[in-house]
Nanobody, 121 residues
Framework: QVQLVESGGGLVRPGGSLRLSCAAS????????MGWYRQASGKQRELVAV???????NYADSVKGRFTISRDDAKKTVYLQMNSLKLGDTAVYYC???????????????WGQGTQVTVSS
């Protein structure tokens, strides 16, 4: 079993910054892609940013230039630095990781429980 635990959400004013963290634990042999998704009230969950095992990154157009995703494989942790936050960034942010629990085993998708980010003046 694999657990993803997020932290760092909260209330921030427009233009402010937050840093989200997500630590993976449990039966982990290797972690492929790690990413962040978000779901605003009444909307579908959407990709925010993803970082591959090799360090390549991809961002939603709405966050390019403001958000930075990174990972620390030694700590099995992925981060999302969010700068210049806007009202439209308000959502529940979910961590995602594609994890292989053993050599040659199938990789599975795992999700965190979500952390609320509220941007409000």
């Amino acid at each position: 079993q694999v657990q993803l635990v997020e932290s760092g959400g909260g209330l921030v004013r427009p233009g402010g910054s937050l840093r989200l963290s997500c630590a993976a634990s449990g039966s982990i042999f290797s972690i492929n892609d790690m990413g962040w998704y978000r779901q605003a009230s009444g909307k579908q969950r959407e990709l925010v940013a993803v970082v591959t095992f090799g360090g390549s990154t991809n961002y939603a157009d709405s966050v390019k230039g403001r958000f930075t995703i990174s990972r620390d494989d030694a700590k099995k942790t992925v981060y999302l630095q969010m700068n210049s936050l806007k009202l439209g960034d308000t959502a529940v942010y979910y961590c995602n990781a594609i994890v292989r629990s053993g050599w040659g085993e199938t990789a599975y998708d795992y999700w965190g429980q979500g952390t609320q980010v509220t941007v409000s003046s």
